[in-house]
C-alpha cells in the first residue's frame, strides 16, 4: 500500500525521540558558535547603500525568475530613460516661469516646441491647435508680467516677446487653416480669441514703450514695429476666419447660427477698434495747422475731401459706389481703388511742403475710405454676407493703417514745425507773432539749425491697396 | 507563506549585505533538517556532525563570495550542497574500499529494531536502504524532508516531470520490496 509507505517515510522524520537522526543540542550550539566565527572573520563591515545589483539580486529572490528577467530589463529601460528624462525635465520645469531675455527662456521654447512635434506626429487639428493656442497664450502671459515691470531692458524683451508671438500666431493660423471644413469655423474662432488678447497686451506693450524716456528712438520704433505687428494678427485672423467659412460653405454645410453670431461679432468689435484709431476732430485739427504751417493752405480743403481728391493728378482715388444693395455688394461691383502717393518719411527733418501736401492727401483719401468701408461692412454684416464683411474689415484694416501713418506724418511735422522752404530764419517770426504762443517759438528756434543743414530728400512709391 | 518570505528576507540580507546573523538565522531553522538528510546518507553521526558543519560553511562562502550570485532559495541550495558533500564523501570511501553506509545503517537499524515503538520505521529504513541511490535521495527528499517537487528538481539539476517519474517509481519499487 503506497498510503502505508508513505505514512511510515513520514515517520522516519518523527524518529526525533530516538535520539539518533537529531542532532545533539550542544553540538547544534557549539557548530553554530564556530560556524559564526568562521561566517564573521570573512566578513568586512560594508555601508548598507542600495545600489542597482542589489535591486536586481531583491527581483532575483522574490520574484519568478522569468519575472525577474523581465523586471530587470524593464528598471534598466526605465532608469535610462528616468535619468535622460529627469536631467531634461528638472531644466524644463524651472524654466516655466521664466521670460523673455532669461537664460532659461530658450529652454521653456524648446519644450513648447517638443510638445507642438509631439502633437504635430499624433495629435488631430484640434489637439494641435489646443497645444498651440497653450503657447500662445504663454507668450501673451509673458508680455503681461514683462508690462506689470518694466526693467531697463523692457524694449529688449518685449521685442523678443513680440517675435515669439508672431510665430506663434502663425503657427496656429496655419493648423486651423488645415482643418477639416466641420470644425475649421469653430477652432478659427477660438484662436481669434486669443489673438486679440495678443494684440491687446501687446497695444499695451506699445503704449508702455512710447512713454520710455530711455532710448526713445529705439523704443519709438519698436512700437511702431508693434502696431504693424497688431495690425497682421488682425488681417490674418480675419482671412483665417473668412477661409473657415468659405470651407464651410463650399462644402455644402450651413455655419451654425452660433457660429455666425460670433463671426459678426468678430467683424463689429474689429470695427469699432478700428474706429476709434483714427479720431476725427483731431485729424481735421492737425490737417489744418500743416495747411497753415506749409502755406499750401486752400479755402474749403479741410473737411472737403471730394474736391481735395478730384484735384489732384498724382493719386487718384476711384470710388465707385454704384449700388448700396446687398447683393450688389457682394459682387465686383463695389470697387473701392485706392491709388495713393504714399509719403515715405525717414525723419521730419526731411519733410517739404511738397510731401505735407501728398501726406494731407493720403489722410484725406483715407478717412474717406474708411467712411465707405464701414458702411459696407455693416450691411454686409446685416445680410449675412459673412465672407465679404470679412474681407472688407481686412480692407478697412489696411486703409486704417495707411491713414494711420499719415496722420502720424503730419503730426510730427506739426510738432516740429519744419519748412524747408520758405527758410527756417522766416518762420519764428511769423508764426510766433501770429500765434503769440512763446513756447512755440522757442521749439521752432531750436530747430532751425537742424534743418539748415539737413538734407532734404523726397521719396514717393506707388502703393496700391485694393 | 510567511516562512518563506522571511527566509527569502534573511537569503536578501546575506547576499546583498553579507549579514552573519542572517545566517545564524538560516542555520538555526535547517541544521536539523539537513542533519536528518546527511545522516540517513552517511549512516554515522562522526561524518554526519563533520559534513553539517562543513555545508553550512560552503554555503555561506557561496552566498558572500559571488557577486553574480542567483539564488532563488536558501534551502534548495543548503540541501544542494549537502547533496554535493554526501557524493563526495561517497567518493572518497569508494577510493578507502570502505562500506560505511551499510554497516552504519545496519547499526542504526540495529537501534530501531531493539525499540518496538519504532519497529514500523526501521522496517521502512531498511527498505529504503535497499532502493538504489537516486531513488532512496528522492524518498528522502520529498516524504521525509517534505520538499516540494519543484524543490526537488532544483536541488537535483532535473526538471519536475522527471522527478515525478523517478518519485512514483521509486514508490513503486518501494511497495514491490515491502509486499
Redesign the interface.
Known sequence: ??S???Q??????N?NG?G????DAL??QE??S???A???N???Q?K?SVRA??VF??L???MP?NYAVAARRAFVFLLVLGVAAGGWSVGASASQDSLPGDALWKVKLATEKLQEVAVSVVGSNGVQVAVKKKILTNRVEEIKKLSEKPQEDYPKRIKQAKDQLKTSVASVNKVVGGAEPGQAVQLALEVSQTTQEASKVLKEAGQILDGTPANQGESQELSQEIDRTTKEFKKDTLAVIADAVQKQMDSGSDIGIQDENKIKKVVTDTLDELSGEIDEEKTKDIIEKAKQNSEVARSGDVGDTQEDVSSTTDSTVSLEFNSSTPEQLSTSSLKVSTSVKKVLVTSPEEIHKEDVNQAIQVVNQTSQEVRQLKEEITTLTQTNQLVEALERTKTLNDVTAQAKEGIRQLEQYVKKDIVSDPPPEDIPNVESKENGDISKETTVQENTTTTSTSTTAVKTEEHVVN | MKDKIQE?KL??KI????D?EA??SL??VY??RI??FV??KVGT?ED??DL??DI??KT??YL?SN?N????SFSGLVYKVARNAVIDLYRKRANSKEHPIEHALGV?DS??EK?EQ?Q??A???VL?RRLKSDYQEI??LR????LSIKEIAKILDKSSTSVRVTLHRA?KK??EL?S
Open positions: 500500500m503506497p502505508d509507505v508513505i511510515k517515510l513520514k515517520g522516519l522524520k524518529a530516538h539518533r537522526v537529531s542532532p553540538w547544534i557548530t553554530r564556530h560556524l559564526m568562521q561566517v564573521r570573512t566578513t568586512t560594508s548598507k545589483e542589489h539580486q531583491w532575483e529572490i522574490f525568475h | 527569502k537569503l536578501y547576499v546583498v549585505h553579507k552573519a545566517f545564524g542555520y538555526d541544521v536539523e542533519y536528518r545522516f540517513y553521526r554526519t556532525e553539517v558543519s553550512f560553511l555561506w562562502n558572500v557577486k550570485t542567483e539564488v532563488r542504526e537501534q530501531f525499540n519504532k514500523e520505521v522496517e521502512i529504513l529504503v524518498i528522502l516524504f521525509v524532508e517534505e514508490l518501494l511497495k515491502s
